[in-house]
């Protein structure tokens, strides 16, 4: 397994604490194997503990290690794709329900928040896609346009409105998404984790998956120190699989491209500098070649995310590139500090769109989010549960051959060092 410098990261030292679980010893026996314990497996085995499936998670690390606990938050309604090169993809039929399932995706995660009373930092006051220049402005019209056609509660917002509603400088507009919102992400995973507990799923953490055999119609998994048999089996590791061998399942991980993402968190800013920033609390990011997010925790701390990676060699300069930029884009900041940075890995595909794979006999992954993983994960957890107890329309996604991608790790490192190297130079003049 691959070793990660520690860093200290905000959701973890702001979540409430995830629910007891402990590692996998001895043999036992379920319906249901989920590998994975991130939005995806958890929202699988909470949908399959309601149906009355045995279901039983296996997690390598703790709950969340993965994207699902390192994200900006911002729980978006469909994929980064425009929606009309979605349907150019996908075709209309096949386009139009992945759409549509994906667009109801925030409702589906803020009635999990209320049903099952989480505490994790909700807010649905939209979120804001913020323009730069007359390109950016551009874009995001073409994003108003094709989503106002589908009836999406979408609008372009104009310089001032969009200064307004972000506190920032510098941007030629905003495209305000009302169906979306933001979460504490980590909050989210431990509360899915704490639901499925309680409908009768189980979670075993520090609980590798090391080794699978079919016997007969069933799994034989090698997990930790023990064994799980299953008939079927849910791999949602997304990019976080790569870091676990062994696995007959591996070649998975070849198609998917890592790119890095990472975040700084501000010391909580005085309360007249909160109040003009982002005041109705939506997360925001932008249309710049190499993206930047930013958005407000509940303890009025702003947090800062661009692409690139935490590394001993490149942290000072995305440190600068932050601070830089966050004195540019709120001129009014004052002092601030950062007290949490952190890092982590988007797996994204060649077309921008999740993958749905059988593996094997009775083996189904969903993976690929593209930076869209908390409604989406969400959503295909609930879907891969269905399809695994008979639905088998469930999944709004058709499966494909694995396309191993021989170009992805140029391609991982092109976006590391390009970005490393773009923020050196940024927002100095
Ligand atoms: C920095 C960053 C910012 C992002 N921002 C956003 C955002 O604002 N909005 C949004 O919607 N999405 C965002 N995403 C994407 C989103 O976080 C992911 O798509 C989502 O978390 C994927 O969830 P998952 O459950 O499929 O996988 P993960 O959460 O990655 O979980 C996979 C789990 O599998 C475990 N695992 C791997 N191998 C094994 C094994 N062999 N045995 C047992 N367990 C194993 C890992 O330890 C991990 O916990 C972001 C991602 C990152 C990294």
Known sequence: MATERPLPNLWHATAPAAPGTAPLTGELRCDVAIIGGGFTGLSAALHLAEMGVKAAVIEARTIGHGGSGRNVGLVNAGMWVKPDDLIATLGAEAGNRLLHE??????????????????????????????VSAEGLNEIREREAQWQKRG???????????????????????LLDRR???IQPLAYARGLARAAIAAGAEIFTDTPLLAAERK????????????????????????????????PWKAQTRELTILPFFQFATNPLADRVAERILPERQGAWDTGLVMTSFRMDQENRLIFGSIGRLDAMAEGTHRAFAARSLRKLFPYIGDFRFEYWWDGRIGMTTNNLPVV??????????????????APGTVFGRALARHVTGDGSAIPLAQTPITADPWRNVKSAFYHAGAQAKHFIDRRF
Request: aromatic share 4%; proline share 4%.
């Open 102 to 131: 994906l667009g109801a995706g925030p409702s589906l995660v803020y009635e999990l928040v209320a049903k099952h009373a989480m505490a994790c930092e909700a807010v649905r006051n939209g979120t804001l896609h913020m323009a």
């Open 152 to 174: 999406a509660p979408v609008e372009v917002l104009p310089a001032e409105k969009a200064h307004v509603l972000s506190g920032a400088e510098g941007f030629t507009g905003a």
């Open 180 to 182: 979306a919102g933001t």
């Open 216 to 247: 007969g119609d069933l799994w034989k998994l090698e997990a930790g120190r023990g064994t799980l048999t299953a008939r079927h089996v849910i791999v949602a590791t997304n990019a976080y699989g790569a870091m676990v061998n062994g696995t």
């Open 357 to 374: 794979h059988e593996l094997a006999p009775n083996v189904i992954s969903v993976s690929g989010y593209n930076g869209r993983g908390i």
